[in-house]
């Protein structure tokens, strides 16, 4: 995802890596609440692997 963003004379230019972004608030989030928080990003329309019944 390649995305401009222009406001109040500053222009970003670049792609948003969201595993990365994700990654780093449950790291953040784990520390201050200590516990072990963990994250997984799934593309839109990506197919999900079901899980089995028990």
Same mark, same amino acid.
């Given at each position: 995802m390649k995305e401009e963003i222009a406001a109040? +004379? %500053? =222009?970003v230019e670049g792609t948003f890596?969201? =595993?990365r972004f994700f @990654? !780093? $608030?449950? $790291? %953040?989030l784990s520390r201050k609440e200590n516990l072990s928080i !963990?994250?997984?990003v799934h593309e839109e +329309? @990506? &197919? &999900?692997p079901e899980k089995a019944a028990v």
């Open positions: 109040a +004379g %500053i =222009q890596n969201a =595993q @990654e !780093t $608030l449950a $790291l %953040i !963990t994250v997984k +329309g @990506e &197919q &999900q």
